[in-house]
């Protein structure tokens, strides 16, 4: 059973800032929350992780509040190659355990 | 080299056939997972396999048979499978168990007739 809730659908254009945004309504202490993406017919692929409030690497920027109960995936200026699958999880703990929930397909137009 | 291998691409099997899929990896991984992931779905975790042992098994079913020769390669036996079976298999990795990012392979798509 997923443990994130997230939108289903997004629709952006090109050179669009796209802040996808994501529930942890029950997140435990020692959680991560990270970020994957997934193009069709390809396995996910990592983009962000973070704990608690800024993090930003070449691709994304991930925006965690001090309750830790939303975290919101930015990507600036989207390209037509940005539309996938994104997923939310938490993770951590001594399993590793990936559950995925339903992910938001973005899809970016011209 | 950050890439996890799978073979075959795609694969179509009779319900009476046996048939193995097999996932590489030579990034010194200790952890490796098999997910499914049938269309327009998330994926749902199989297996988990730390040290080359059988940590995780979500209630797969007897006719799916992992199995970890050495910490490189992981493989999947299948066996007497279904048609609702057909879907996209994804091996992925990571350093160790915990919040270790996982590094997916491309899947195996594979069509149970």
């Known amino acids: 059973l997923a443990k994130t809730t997230q939108p289903i659908s997004m629709d952006s254009y090109e050179g669009q800032e796209v802040n996808i945004t994501c529930s942890h309504n029950?997140?435990?202490?020692?959680?991560?929350i990270t970020w994957y993406q997934q193009f069709p017919s390809q396995g996910p692929r990592f983009i962000i992780q973070?704990?608690?409030t800024k993090v930003t690497n070449e691709v994304a920027s991930l925006f965690i509040p001090a309750d830790r109960k939303s975290s919101t995936l930015s990507l600036p200026r989207v390209s037509l190659s940005d539309t996938a699958v994104y997923y939310c999880?938490?993770?951590?703990?001594?399993?590793?355990?990936?559950?995925f929930g339903t992910g938001t397909l973005l899809a970016v137009q011209p | 080299d950050t890439e996890v291998t799978q073979t075959p691409k795609h694969l179509v099997m009779g319900m009476t056939n046996k048939k193995s899929l097999k996932c590489e990896q030579h990034?010194?991984?200790?952890?490796m997972y098999w997910y499914k992931q049938k269309a327009k779905k998330p994926p749902e975790l199989m297996f988990v396999?730390?040290?080359?042992?059988?940590?995780i098994n979500e209630s797969v079913p007897s006719r799916f048979s992992p199995e970890c020769p050495n910490s490189s390669l992981l493989n999947l036996h299948l066996h007497a499978l279904q048609p609702e079976d057909s879907a996209l298999y994804l091996c992925?990795?990571?350093?160790?168990?915990?919040?270790?990012?996982?590094?997916f392979g491309p899947g195996t798509r594979l069509t149970v007739t």
């Open positions: 029950n997140i435990a202490t020692n959680d991560y």
């Open positions: 973070g704990y608690k």
């Open positions: 992925a990795s990571s350093q160790d168990r915990g919040r270790y990012e996982q590094y």
């Open positions: 990034m010194g991984h200790r952890a």
């Open positions: 999880l938490e993770t951590g703990g001594a399993t590793n355990k990936l559950i």
């Open positions: 396999y730390s040290y080359e042992k059988l940590s």
